[in-house]
């Protein structure tokens, strides 16, 4: 545990054994999170997809099992992202976009009901050459698409205008590779 950094934080235990889903309170806390701070998460369960939601915005993690099936996540800004200067709009995969392209597609997903939003942008980028940028518009912010994207190596921006997700997608070379 990083015992340089100071936490905030969130026990989430009891809205789980409420049955409720406390994932909108997590990004709620992540998002007010002062530069530099952490967030310690307690959850009836081990949150795996969490730590690749978080990886996305520029937080590592120590996991440490408590009893009970309890554990304790830390979360804490990743010092290697952040000193390359590499985090910008939530993506440690996304350069500044002043030097992006305009987008070569455009693609509206909102109506769409999951997982459809991630196959279709999957399959349009799959079909892009690298450099080039593609635009989604979604009805959520696409947790689920996005440590895709930075597995694929192609960098994204994003985030919400009103009660719409703007995504730009901009293809990398490592799905050439991965063909």
Same mark, same amino acid.
């Given at each position: 545990m990083n015992k340089l950094i100071e936490y905030v934080e969130l026990d989430v235990r009891p809205i789980l054994r409420a049955g409720g889903e406390p994932f909108e309170k997590i990004m709620e806390a992540v998002a007010s999170l002062a530069p530099g701070k952490g967030l310690r998460l307690f959850a009836t369960f081990k949150p795996t997809p969490l730590f690749h939601v978080l990886g996305a915005k520029g937080y590592a993690h120590v996991e440490k099992p408590l009893e009970g099936g309890d554990w304790e996540i830390e979360f804490y800004p990743d010092g290697a992202a952040q000193a390359a200067g590499a985090v910008a709009n939530g993506s440690p995969q996304a350069a500044s976009g002043q030097d992006w392209p305009e987008p070569a597609h455009s693609m509206d997903v909102r109506e769409l009901d999951p997982p459809e939003p991630m196959v279709n942008i999957l399959a349009k980028i799959e079909g892009m050459a690298d450099g080039q940028v593609l635009s989604a518009l %979604?009805?959520?912010?696409?947790?689920?698409? %996005?440590?895709?994207?930075?597995k694929r190596g192609h960098q994204w921006r994003g985030g919400f205008e009103a009660d719409t997700y703007k995504l730009l997608v901009r293809v990398g070379a490592a799905h050439e590779e991965a063909a």
């Open positions: %979604l009805n959520r912010e696409p947790l689920f698409l %996005l440590p895709e994207l930075a």
